[in-house]
C-alpha cells in the first residue's frame, strides 16, 4: 500500500516541489493540489551521486524507484523501462538534494509539530490510527524515521516553493481571457467530448432513386419536428432503425476524434440541445442532436456541491485527543438514539466558528475544505454522521445534510481557470530555477563498486 501525501500538486511535482496545504478555517485556497511523496534520507549503501557533500546512496534510489513502480500499477500502467526509470529518479532525488540543501542554507526550518501534524493528516486521510499508520508504513519498507524525514524533506520544500516561488507567479485577466479562446478555438478533436444522440433512417444498398428521395423526405420531416421540441427519445423509438434505437439513441460521451468526421463537422457549432443538418453517410440519414458537449481543456460546468454541518473539540492540555475523541463517540450515539439535536450539541460544544449556526458549513464545492475532512464527508450518505475525524484542525463529527449539482458561475469557472494557469506557470517557472539551482551546484556522479 503506498499513501498519497496530499501536498503536492502532480504538475509542479515533476519539477520537485508541490503546493502548501495551507488553510483558513477548513476551508483551503483554489490552488491547493493533489499529492504524492518525495524521498527520504539514504540507508547504509554504496554512494551513487553527491550533491555539493551530501551523498545519495543506491538504496535510496532503488527504495524511491520501487516507490514509482508501485504507483504505476495502482494505475494499471506500465512503467518506464528499468533503466530509464533509475535514470530518471536518480536525477529527481539531484535536483531534489539541491533544492533541500538551499532551504536550509537559507534558514527554512520544517518544526517537529509541523511533521506531527503532517502524519496525523495523512493517517485520517487513510482512515488510519497512527500507531496503523506506521505500521504499514513499516510493512512497505519505510522505518518511522525515515517516514518522517520523507514528511520534513516536504514540508521543507513546501516552505521552499511557499517563500521563493509563488511570489513571482501572477496569473491576470488578460491570461484567463486567452486561455478561454484558445480552447474554444481548438482544432484538437482529442480534447473535445461530445454525446450525440441519433435517429437514423436507414436506406438499403440497393433502393432505387425514388426510394432514396422518399427517405430523405421522411428524415426531413423528423428533422423538423426535432428542431420543434418533440421529445427526442419518441422520435428515435417511432422512426430510427432498429440497429440505432438503444439508449434513446444516444451514442455516448467519448472524444470527438472516435466520432465520423461527418457527425463532427455538422455539429461542431452547435450547443447542447440543438439539433444538426441531416447527415447522409452510406448507413442512411442521420438527423444529429448535441446531448452534451465538454472541452476538456475548460473548467467544468457543474459541481457536485455537499451541504454539511460538524462539531470541532480541539485537543489541549485540558483535553486529550483520547478524551475529544470518547466525547464525540457519545455525541454519535445520543444523536442515533434520539437523545440530542445536532445543532444544539454544536451550539454547547463545538469549538468552531460555525457553533453559533449550529455547526452548519453551507454548501461547498470540491476542494473547498481540507482533504481529511472532504474524504471522509464525500462518504457519507445524507443525515448520516461520521465516526470521529481527525484533521489538522482537531476532531470533528461531521453530517451530511444534502448534496447537489450546482452550475458554475462564471466568474467560478475563471477562477478555476485562475488556479490551473497558476499551477502551470509554478510548474514552469520551477523547472527554470531548479535548472539554475543545480547549474551552481556541485554534482559528482559514482560508478558502482567492483
Known amino acids: 500500500m503506498t499513501f498519497s501525501f496530499k501536498f503536492l500538486s502532480g504538475a509542479v511535482l515533476a519539477c520537485l516541489l508541490g503546493a502548501p496545504a495551507q488553510a483558513q478555517g477548513l476551508r483551503l485556497p483554489p490552488t491547493a493540489g493533489a499529492a504524492s511523496t518525495v524521498t527520504g534520507t539514504a540507508t ?55 533544492l533541500l540543501q538551499f532551504a536550509f542554507d537559507t534558514g527554512i526550518k520544517a518544526e517537529d509539530t509541523a511533521v506531527d501534524l503532517a502524519a496525523q493528516s495523512i493517517a485520517a486521510q487513510n482512515q488510519l490510527t497512527l500507531a496503523q499508520l506506521y505500521q504499514q508504513v513499516a510493512a512497505d519498507g ?33 491570461d484567463i481571457d486567452a486561455y478561454l479562446q484558445a480552447q474554444q478555438n481548438t482544432q484538437d478533436l482529442s480534447k473535445l467530448d461530445i454525446n450525440l444522440a441519433q435517429v437514423l433512417i436507414a436506406v438499403p444498398e440497393s433502393a432505387t432513386g425514388e426510394q432514396v428521395q422518399a427517405l430523405q423526405e421522411k428524415a426531413r420531416k423528423v428533422l423538423e419536428r426535432a ?11 417511432d422512426f430510427s432503425d432498429p440497429t440505432a434505437q438503444a439508449n434513446g439513441g444516444q451514442l455516448g460521451l467519448r472524444s470527438a476524434d472516435r466520432y465520423p468526421d461527418s457527425f463532427v463537422e455538422a455539429t461542431r457549432q452547435l450547443a447542447p440541445g440543438e439539433v444538426a443538418n441531416l447527415v447522409r453517410s452510406l448507413a442512411g440519414f442521420h438527423i444529429l442532436k448535441v446531448v452534451e458537449k465538454v472541452n476538456v481543456g475548460l473548467p ?24 475529544a475523541r470518547a466525547r464525540l463517540l457519545d455525541f454519535k450515539k445520543q444523536l442515533q438514539a434520539g437523545q440530542a439535536d445536532f445543532a444544539a450539541l454544536a451550539r454547547e460544544h463545538s469549538q468552531d466558528g460555525s457553533a453559533a449556526q ?9 476542494g473547498m475544505f481540507v482533504p481529511e475532512f472532504e474524504s471522509v464527508m464525500n462518504q457519507l450518505a445524507p443525515g448520516e454522521v461520521s465516526e470521529p475525524l ?17 452550475k458554475l458561475s462564471q466568474a ?34 559514482r560508478d558502482a563498486p567492483l
Do not use: C
Open 44 to 98: 547504509s549503501d554504496f554512494i551513487v551521486a553527491v550533491v555539493n557533500s551530501a551523498p545519495i546512496t543506491n538504496a535510496e534510489v532503488q527504495r524511491e524507484v520501487l516507490r514509482v513502480q508501485q504507483q504505476y500499477a495502482a494505475q494499471r500502467r506500465s512503467p518506464p523501462e528499468l533503466q530509464r526509470l533509475t535514470a530518471e529518479t536518480l536525477e529527481r532525488l539531484i535536483n531534489q538534494k539541491v
Open 142 to 174: 519505510l522505518s518511522a524515521g525515515q517516514f518522517r524525514a520523507q514528511l520534513r524533506d516536504q514540508i521543507l520544500l513546501q516552505r521552499l516553493r511557499e517563500r521563493d516561488l509563488e511570489p513571482r507567479v501572477r496569473v491576470t485577466d488578460l
Open 227 to 237: 428542431r420543434a421540441g418533440d421529445d427526442f427519445a419518441t422520435l428515435v423509438r
Open 300 to 323: 467544468a460546468m457543474s459541481v457536485t456541491q455537499s451541504h454539511t454541518r460538524h462539531i470541532l473539540l480541539r485537543p489541549s492540555a485540558q483535553l486529550s485527543e483520547a478524551q
Open 358 to 366: 449550529g455547526g452548519d458549513l453551507g454548501w461547498a464545492s470540491p
Open 390 to 406: 481527525l484533521s489538522r484542525f482537531g476532531l470533528h463529527l461531521v453530517q451530511l445534510l444534502e448534496r447537489r449539482q450546482a
Open 412 to 445: 467560478e469557472q475563471r477562477e478555476s481557470v485562475r488556479a490551473l494557469l497558476r499551477e502551470k506557470k509554478l510548474a514552469e517557472a520551477m523547472q527554470t530555477w531548479t535548472q539554475e539551482m543545480r547549474g551552481r551546484a556541485y554534482v559528482e556522479l
